[in-house]
């Protein structure tokens, strides 16, 4: 079983949809939880990250991280076409140097 | 361009052969990783650089994988003998202790 798992999709929303992506974790030592957006052929790119259990929003992006549960979501509102990417989940355990452990990625299609 | 930086962005090359890939971080910055990502997945931690000292590799770097970042600038990742299996987008990362990690643009290799 792999520490990080996150649903592959694809997953297709029109223009303007509530986007959910979630990803579950199984190591509790997890301590920082970031989320990257992925175009094709690119490198992740940051998009937000928490630390511990909580809420954060930046415009249409919404994080969420539920430690009882170990279970994190990234909300996308409005959804845009330029939102079409892989997203990838990733976490950090307490102590270290910042190793992210990846979730598989969420392919994500946004249709005018 | 402040960016990280990789070199080349695309190579192929026939089973068997060795090939070095070379990654230029943000300048100032003290960690450098170097991560595997194949189709559909999300990265995977190779190795780690804190300066010049390379200071975690993972299971996956066999020894046929050497990696180097001399004077704690630049690094390049070495495979020797490719594999088929070794066809992935190698994506280095590079931060300063208190940061999470800039990706770079990645290379990708294709071994026939």
């Known amino acids: 079983q792999k520490e990080v798992e996150q649903d592959p999709g694809p997953l297709s929303v029109p223009e303007g949809a509530i986007v959910s992506l979630n990803c579950t974790y199984s190591?509790?030592?997890?301590?920082?939880f970031m989320w990257y957006r992925q175009y094709s052929r690119k490198g992740p790119e940051l998009l937000m990250y928490t630390y511990s259990s909580g809420n954060k929003e930046d415009g249409r992006f919404t994080a969420q991280v539920d430690k009882s549960s170990k279970y994190i979501s990234l909300f996308i509102r409005d959804s845009q076409p330029s939102d079409s990417a892989t997203y990838l989940c990733?976490?950090?355990?307490?102590?270290?140097?910042?190793?992210?452990?990846f979730g598989a990625g969420t392919r994500l299609a946004v249709h005018p | 361009d402040t960016g990280v930086s990789q070199d080349p962005r695309h190579k192929i090359t026939k089973r068997g052969q060795n090939v070095t890939f070379r990654c230029d971080p943000i300048?100032?910055?003290?960690?450098l990783y170097w991560y595997r990502q194949t189709l559909g997945q999300g990265p995977e931690f190779l190795t780690y650089f804190q300066n010049e000292a390379q200071l975690e590799k993972s299971r996956l770097l066999s020894d046929r994988f050497s990696a180097e970042r001399p004077k704690g600038s630049f690094s390049t990742l070495e495979i020797q003998r490719t594999e088929q299996g070794d066809s992935a987008m190698y994506l280095c990362a590079s931060s300063v202790s208190t940061e999470l990690g800039f990706f770079g643009p990645g290379t990708r290799l294709t071994v026939l």
């Open positions: 300048s100032e910055h003290n960690r």
């Open positions: 190591n509790s030592a997890f301590q920082y």
């Open positions: 990733a976490m950090i355990p307490s102590g270290g140097y910042n190793k992210l452990i």
